[in-house]
């Protein structure tokens, strides 16, 4: 689980350049294509990201 997982919608937006926005695009494509993850990005507050063993 990451809270805040949008930080402020700079997250979502790729023009946003700022490291820390990087490295969640990063490592929200990393936990979305691992196979042995189901993952869900929840649009609640700053978001949430879950992802669960299958």
């Given at each position: 689980m990451i809270n805040?997982?949008?930080d402020r919608d700079r997250a979502a937006n790729p023009a946003?350049?700022?490291p820390t926005a990087v490295?969640?695009?990063e490592l929200h494509r990393a936990?979305?294509?691992d196979e042995r993850?189901?993952?869900a990005l929840l649009?609640?507050?700053e978001g949430l990201f879950l992802?669960?063993?299958l």
């Open positions: 805040d997982a949008l946003h350049r700022e490295r969640l695009r936990l979305r294509e993850l189901a993952t649009p609640t507050g992802a669960s063993r």
